[in-house]
């Protein structure tokens, strides 16, 4: 009776420890999936950048409820971001908040970071280097994990730089 009790028991760590290893393996392949996808996205320069965190240089941090982002093509960055922080000037249009923009001339730096990430610099510029073309935004610096995961950091010549965490997705059409 004892054997057959050890047995049963050993038989029950055996199938759980099959079932683990199988959980494992599976979580291990959907991670992959996942920072290969990542990997396509940002070396086709075609991804977006969704923010769920804002972090202004003075205040407190606070979760997004509406929808952020930050789409990058190759021809392409266009910024729909809340701004929290102290400007320099007054707008150009004071009904305009935020950090909005689309911008067709602009420079995009990618270096591989640590642990397979990236880190990005876009640097908006003007076509004819006329101060109305490139907007405030001096630089957007993403670091980017293989996860997926992403921080943003918007410098600004007339506000305080503010920081955003999200995460990369495919850009839709």
Same mark, same amino acid.
């Given at each position: 009776?004892?054997?057959?009790?050890?047995?049963?028991?050993?038989?029950?760590?055996?199938?759980?420890?099959?079932?683990?290893?199988?959980? #494992?393996?599976?979580?291990?392949?959907?991670?992959?999936?996942?920072?290969?996808?990542?990997?396509?996205?940002?070396?086709? #320069?075609?991804?977006?950048?969704?923010?769920?965190?804002?972090?202004?240089?003075?205040?407190? +941090?606070?979760?997004?409820?509406?929808?952020?982002?930050?789409?990058?093509?190759?021809?392409?960055?266009?910024?729909?971001?809340?701004?929290?922080?102290?400007?320099?000037?007054?707008?150009?249009?004071?009904?305009?908040?935020?950090?909005?923009?689309?911008?067709?001339?602009?420079?995009?730096?990618?270096?591989?970071?640590? /642990?397979?990430?990236?880190?990005?610099?876009? /640097?908006?510029?003007? /076509?004819?280097?006329?101060?109305?073309?490139?907007?405030?935004? #001096?630089?957007?610096?993403?670091?980017?994990?293989?996860? +997926?995961?992403?921080?943003? #950091?918007?410098?600004?010549?007339?506000?305080?730089?503010?920081?955003?965490?999200?995460?990369?997705?495919?850009?839709?059409?």
């Amino acid at each position: 009776m004892k054997l057959l009790k050890n047995i049963s028991a050993l038989f029950f760590l055996i199938f759980i420890s099959i079932n683990i290893a199988n959980a #494992q393996s599976a979580g291990n392949d959907k991670k992959a999936a996942r920072a290969l996808a990542v990997k396509n996205m940002v070396e086709a #320069q075609n991804y977006v950048f969704n923010a769920n965190y804002v972090m202004p240089m003075r205040g407190v +941090g606070r979760s997004l409820t509406s929808e952020y982002d930050l789409t990058v093509s190759k021809d392409t960055v266009a910024a729909f971001l809340p701004y929290f922080g102290r400007a320099y000037t007054a707008p150009y249009n004071p009904t305009e908040g935020g950090i909005k923009f689309t911008n067709t001339h602009f420079t995009y730096t990618s270096k591989a970071g640590k /642990k397979g990430g990236w880190s990005i610099t876009i /640097k908006p510029t003007g /076509k004819d280097k006329n101060i109305s073309d490139w907007r405030d935004v #001096q630089t957007l610096r993403l670091d980017i994990s293989a996860d +997926g995961y992403a921080s943003l #950091q918007v410098t600004s010549s007339n506000r305080d730089p503010i920081s955003f965490n999200g995460t990369i997705e495919k850009r839709g059409k």
